[in-house]
């Protein structure tokens, strides 16, 4: 479905760091059509069975369209979603009419009532503009959580990012034939690094292409580590959602299952 103030003769996108979430939300599904949103929502479900209490209020933030709330909804989960653009609530809404969805930054949200579970998918804690602005955010979700609450989410070790290296996938949709590309970039110091996500359309012959960079924290493990460490029992496991592995200390990706203290 195309997002009805989406122009295709717009070729390159360059005015703001989230131009892309809040033009092309009609287009967010497609992009992440080879993710396993099942997979992903049974592993943290299995978490929360390991780690956290009983409970069952959720709250997922930077939930973009409502994909990993749908299956914690349909376990017997009272779920509700997060994010900072309404493009991407509105769809959420449509895929999730159970659910409540917030327009909030999670850098520094409420929430009525103590939750027993909070998610964070797809790399989104480092969404967070800068190490501060993710120090409030643990600190808010923290706050958020009842005794014996967890908070699940992935990470990239910024030491371990390699440039350049692109997950691609393609398919046809309506009239026109898709190519999206992602990939992270980190120039080896500071707190920032860049997510690089790239969008071509194919049709009638005719290609249009369009680039966004998106600004994102950058943060080693140890750091995070540290930053979780006042308000959590934090467990590291290897960035597998079939099989729950405890990190191997060197890979760059990871999930992280904190248990509020």
Not at 170 to 185: I, K, Q, R, V, Y
């Amino acid at each position: 479905m195309q997002h009805p103030n989406f122009d295709w003769s717009i070729d390159l996108i360059t005015a703001s760091s989230n131009a892309l979430y809040t033009d092309l939300s009609g287009y967010y599904n497609l992009m992440c059509a080879d993710i396993d949103y099942l997979a992903q929502s049974e592993c943290i479900r299995r978490m929360h069975q390991l780690f956290g209490n009983s409970g069952k209020h959720h709250l997922d933030l930077a939930c973009g369209t409502g994909p990993h709330i749908r299956h914690f909804i349909d376990n017997g989960y009272q779920s509700r979603g997060l994010d900072i653009n309404q493009p991407m609530l509105d769809l959420a809404k449509l895929h999730c009419p159970e659910a409540d969805f917030s327009l909030q930054d999670m850098c520094n949200f409420e929430v009525d009532g103590e939750l027993d579970l909070i998610t964070c998918f797809l790399y989104s804690i480092h969404y967070s503009d800068g190490i501060a602005k993710l120090s409030e955010c643990i600190a808010s979700v923290h706050s958020a959580l009842s005794e014996g609450g967890i908070f699940c989410f992935n990470a990239v070790e910024k030491k371990m990012i390699i440039n350049n290296s692109f997950i691609r996938h393609s398919l046809a949709h309506e009239s026109g034939h898709f190519t999206f590309s992602s990939g992270w970039d980190y120039c080896g110091s500071g707190e920032r690094q860049s997510l690089k996500i790239s969008i071509e359309k194919t049709q009638d012959l005719i290609t249009h292409s369009w680039q966004d960079v998106h600004p994102m924290v950058a943060i080693s493990f140890d750091e995070l580590q540290q930053l979780l460490a006042p308000y959590f029992e934090v467990h590291i496991f290897e960035h597998d959602y079939d099989k729950i592995i405890p990190w191997d200390g060197h890979s760059g990706n990871a999930i992280f299952t904190c248990v509020k203290i």
